[in-house]
């Protein structure tokens, strides 16, 4: 069975940083994209960051320059640092990986077959 545990989440103060970690287990994705979407009470799920399996990022323009995704394949598991938080940061952080259809955009969640229950995150100002 694939299974995604995020972990990291919590509450911290504008300006703070966190580290996100989303370790996969049941198979291996060294092959596959992974990316992190996140979803605010009352707002749609949104795109964060997605890396390719060689290694290219993709962030969206909210975040860019304050995250960054890496991912350690060895351990099977992906990592969003988040720095300069701020309170629109707030949200369930939910970790994605490809490895069923291949379809769709970095971009989009329908590209992603694989999902964890998610990780909360409240900036506070």
């Known amino acids: 069975q694939v299974q995604l545990v995020e972990s990291g989440g919590g509450l911290v103060q504008a300006g703070g940083s966190l580290r996100l970690t989303c370790a996969a287990s049941?198979?291996?994705?060294?092959?596959?994209?992974m990316g992190w979407f996140r979803q605010a009470p009352g707002k749609e799920r949104e795109f964060v960051a997605a890396?390719?399996?060689?290694?290219?990022?993709y962030y969206s323009g909210s975040v860019k320059g304050r995250f960054t995704i890496s991912r350690d394949n060895a351990k099977n598991t992906v990592y969003l640092q988040m720095n300069s938080l701020k309170p629109d940061d707030t949200a369930v952080y939910h970790c994605?990986?490809?490895?069923?259809?291949?379809?769709?955009?970095?971009?989009?969640?329908?590209?992603?077959?694989?999902w964890g229950q998610g990780t909360q995150v409240t900036v506070s100002s």
């Open positions: 994605a990986a490809e490895g069923l259809s291949y379809g769709g955009t970095y971009y989009q969640a329908r590209k992603y077959d694989y």
């Open positions: 049941g198979r291996t994705f060294s092959r596959d994209a």
């Open positions: 890396m390719t399996w060689s290694g290219g990022t």
